[in-house]
């Protein structure tokens, strides 16, 4: 059982390049959400997913897609990579909306 | 929007001591969750304790437990008996029932052996 994974754990990006964070969960959760984490501040909420084809924007969607075509995969895509999107970028899962998030270890994404 | 206000940055306790981490939120509903997580130099993201806000009782986590003041839309958080691993940043959360989540700044706190 090994949580949520998220790949990659690193990487930089050139202005306008796009790429793809991976959420997998072995939980069978239905929800999962999507997190980002500027320096010194909270987490903010990207989009979420109460299950396989629903997704929903959170707080800060622009910028960012999201599928949910499978209950254990939730792809974060980022289309044209701005500095603004410099963050760490955090996926949890879980059963319900009011049950415990579990998270993966995050992805520190670094656009220059 | 609903906003979450964690007031200090930086906290210290003493080894075995007690201490207290405060959070508020701003909101119109009268149902939604807050949490309290905890993030450790590792950055995994851990649950600390989550409260109801139908419910009256203040929940409690072994030595965590938290004063729950809704007419005053204050959250706060207790650690009893302080250890070294409880040294991390503290984030406060509230979640409406429309699943929306909603993170305070944190508070950073360090145990002082």
């Known amino acids: 059982n090994a949580g949520v994974t998220q790949t990659p754990k690193f990487r930089i990006l050139k202005i306008g390049q796009s790429m793809t964070l991976q959420c997998a969960q072995d939980?069978?959760?239905?929800?999962m959400y999507w997190y980002r984490q500027d320096p010194g501040m909270g987490l903010k909420l990207i989009y979420y997913?109460?299950?396989?084809?629903?997704?929903d924007k959170g707080e800060v969607p622009n910028g960012y897609n999201v599928s949910r075509s499978t209950t254990e995969d939730f792809p974060l895509r980022l289309e044209l990579a701005a500095p603004s999107q410099t963050s760490v970028y955090f996926c949890?899962?879980?059963?319900?909306?009011?049950?415990?998030?579990?998270f993966g270890p995050g992805t520190r994404l670094t656009v220059l | 929007a609903q906003t979450v206000t964690q007031s200090q940055p930086e906290m210290s306790v003493q080894e075995a001591e007690t201490v207290t981490l405060s959070c508020t939120y701003d909101t119109s509903e009268s149902d939604y969750y807050l949490f309290w997580y905890k993030q450790p130099p590792s950055r995994q993201m851990i649950l600390v304790i989550r409260q109801e806000a139908y419910k009256q009782q203040n929940a409690t986590e072994n030595r965590f437990s938290v004063n729950f003041q809704k007419a005053a839309k204050s959250f706060s958080l207790k650690i009893s008996d302080s250890q070294l691993g409880d040294a991390a940043m503290y984030f406060c959360a509230y979640m409406n029932t429309g699943n929306q989540f909603y993170f305070g700044t944190g508070t950073s706190l360090t145990v002082i052996p």
């Open positions: 997913s109460v299950g396989a084809g629903i997704t």
């Open positions: 949890a899962s879980a059963r319900s909306s009011t049950d415990t998030q579990y």
């Open positions: 939980m069978n959760h239905n929800y």
